[in-house]
């Protein structure tokens, strides 16, 4: 694992949160995340490996918001080791005192070919890590727990998923360049032109979407644009909503506002102004 050993020489340097944080400057302070390449054996699968820690007082509980991706995860924590589905709506963790989780992001579509059924079974909802592991939940837990090391951790972490690794499918190629097209600046944003740009029929797509992703594909498109609203509106840039929307393919302003207060419950503008008291 020479990727993981690289990446260990590092671990004093701060790594940038995934786009998938809200509130960013404040969870900067409180949450570290640490995320490791797969090993060859289970690249076909695996996106990444992550660590996440965080620390606050004993008596503090925060919240931490998360948009939802298009990727299944595989979550240990205390207690608890879990394969997740995509989740459609924004999610909202209590973070209290000081604690660990360890995980594997799925590749788009990754979880497909460890289950009989499509990936939309698994939508909203979790299952256990057995799926994965192919051991007991307690077993599972106990194996990470033991090591505190970065490197020993995920060392462990892939041995585990190497021993029941399903075999490459080529579908889940196809399905993550098209969703990386999605999220590409100035990418497709119709359903239609994914089609004709890989060359497949609508129903195909919809249908890839169904078994692999869980979500649809039009979901996917809409996912992207709203995290790139909610990361221009938290940043320095001053760019005007109108403009933002625009940019990012909307009809008008009133259409992204409808589309962003659906997820984040709040309008653009709350959003900017919320950010802007946190600041520092």
């Not at 996440?52 to 948009?67: A, D, G, M």
């Not at 991706?69 to 205390?78: D, E, G, W």
Request: net charge positive.
């Amino acid at each position: 694992m020479a990727g993981l050993d690289k990446r260990d020489k590092r671990a004093d340097l701060p790594e940038p949160l995934p786009r998938g944080f809200l509130d960013r400057r404040r969870a900067a302070e409180r949450v570290s995340v640490r995320r490791y390449p797969p090993s060859p054996e289970l690249a076909h699968i695996i996106d990444n490996h992550f660590i996440i820690e965080w620390s606050l007082t004993p008596e503090r509980t925060e919240p931490q918001r998360l948009l939802p991706s298009p990727q299944a995860n595989l979550i240990v924590a205390p207690g608890s080791a879990s394969v997740f589905g995509v989740h459609t709506g924004l999610r909202v963790d209590m973070l209290q005192g000081a604690g660990r989780v360890v995980g594997s992001r799925f590749r788009i579509g990754g979880l497909r070919p460890y289950l009989d059924r499509p990936v939309t079974s698994l939508t909203g909802g979790s299952a256990s890590a057995r799926l994965v592991s192919g051991m007991a939940d307690t077993q599972f837990i106990a194996t990470l727990s033991r090591e505190q090391d970065d490197g020993d951790v995920i060392c462990a972490l892939t041995s585990i998923l190497a021993a029941s690794v399903p075999l490459a499918d080529p579908a889940i190629d196809l399905v993550e360049a098209m969703v990386d097209a999605m999220r590409q600046a100035g990418g497709p944003m119709r359903v239609e032109t994914i089609a004709k740009q890989f060359c497949v029929t609508l129903r195909q797509v919809q249908r890839l979407f169904h078994d692999y992703v869980g979500v649809p594909p039009k979901w996917v498109v809409r996912r992207y644009r709203l995290q790139e609203t909610a990361l221009r509106l938290a940043s320095a840039d001053q760019a005007s909503i109108a403009a933002i929307a625009a940019e990012l393919g909307y009809f008008d302003q009133a259409h992204l506002t409808r589309d962003f207060r659906a997820l984040f419950g709040c309008s653009p503008k709350q959003y900017r102004v919320s950010s802007e008291r946190v600041a520092p």
